[in-house]
């Protein structure tokens, strides 16, 4: 993969732009840090997203203060992510709100 500046990427987006849609992904840095990427579309852009949010949202539970009562938290074992499967996006959003 290759890594190059935004500023590169703002100078030169046509060829930025041609490497990507030939199917190479490019790291973008700002201020020498990574940034973030650009990735070709090769129709599973939506499960590329899912699986980036789930590893996002096991992040974030891994920091966050210990599972409510009843909240099974460990893996494989009727764990985390069986109990969060068997909840509602409803669920889920009151849970959120009732912690925020």
């Known amino acids: 993969m ?3 500046s935004s500023r590169e990427v703002q100078k030169n987006f046509g060829s930025v732009a ?31 997203l899912q699986e980036l949010a789930a590893r996002r949202l096991a992040r974030m539970l891994r920091q966050a203060a210990p599972a409510p009562a009843g909240l099974p938290v460990h893996a494989g074992e009727g764990g985390l992510a069986d109990g969060l499967d068997g909840l509602s996006n ?6 959120a709100e009732h912690d925020a």
């Open 2 to 4: 290759k890594t190059i």
């Open 18 to 48: 041609d490497r990507v849609a030939a199917g190479e992904s490019v790291r973008i840095t700002r201020h020498g840090r990574p940034a973030f990427l650009l990735i070709p579309d090769t129709g599973d852009g939506e499960e590329i």
């Open 90 to 95: 409803q669920a889920l959003y009151a849970a």
